[in-house]
């Protein structure tokens, strides 16, 4: 699959002008950190996998909320949960300050982007599009349209992906 990044010629590493946002990564303020070199970069893009009930969900409220204890404004959007069982889940970790929804369609997730620092969307295999496509158009659409997003407008984006037994990813 292609992501269509934009092409270079080749340059000198010394002459590569970096991008001052490189420097200024969101911090969670915990040990979190440390996973992604000392703070996430705005805009990029990540997956975590992993089999049913090892946490990920835990795992990832958790980041989120102590990125939004240090005032980055946060969203955790589920295509597999309602709202409700996001809150249950929160309040039982003691998480308060994350804002959660349940939307599965690329679009509409496209779409609140901009007014978030970072987003988790769980889960990547719930994904869905009002355009009519095959399974691996939809891929191609929703790595296009969310991953471009994500560098367009700063919003570091976080798809969660489910492992079956066998160890392979779901979908």
Known sequence: ????????????????????????????GDQLDKLFGEGI?????MTISGAAGLGKTTLLLQLLEGLANAGYNVG?????????QLAFTSARLGIKNVNIASISDVDVIKGHMEAFDILVVDSYQSLTSEHDLNTKKLEQYIITQLIGNAAATSCTLIFV???TVMGTLKG
């Open 41 to 45: 970069l705005p805009g990029m893009s």
């Open 1 to 28: 699959m292609k992501l269509q990044l934009p092409q270079t010629g080749f340059h000198r590493i010394s002459n590569v002008t970096i991008p001052e946002s490189f420097y200024n990564r969101m911090k969670s």
């Open 76 to 84: 955790y959007c589920s295509g597999e949960e309602a709202i409700e």
């Open 161 to 163: 992906m489910h492992q």
